[in-house]
């Protein structure tokens, strides 16, 4: 099952569950996904999990959705990709791998994961 691992404050992760339907990140409680800080929308972005593929997509945020850096409208996601909304740092993983806390951090701060060191990744956009 893809999921997603959260680093809202330095030190502070969690794991999501992404299951098949529309996860809805934002602001307001009644998201999903709560991120409560001032650059994120009531209403920011969702996830959807298909059968093939899983969309992220910018719900007309105020701040924008940024995938590995690059700011997105709608993007099919790729394991190990970076979405960042607001201040909040996420790793979207599209295995079934268990990660934990400290496994988790690792992750989201070993220096160079988050570029494409060989370059020849697909640009945003570009089909993978």
Known sequence: MPKLILMEHPGKTR?????????????????DIVIDVN?????HASIMVGPAF??????????GTFV?????????????DSIRIGECEMRFLANDQEYSQIDALRLLT???????????????GQKR
Do not use: F, M
């Open 15 to 31: 794991q999501v569950l992404l299951g098949p339907h529309e996860t809805k990140i934002g602001r307001a409680s009644t998201n």
């Open 39 to 43: 650059q994120v929308s009531r209403v």
């Open 54 to 63: 899983v969309t992220l997509k910018d719900l007309g945020s105020r701040n």
């Open 68 to 80: 590995n850096g690059v700011k997105v409208e709608t993007l099919v996601l790729a394991n190990g």
């Open 110 to 124: 070993v220096p160079g994961l988050l570029i494409d060191i060989d370059g020849d990744a697909p640009r945003v």
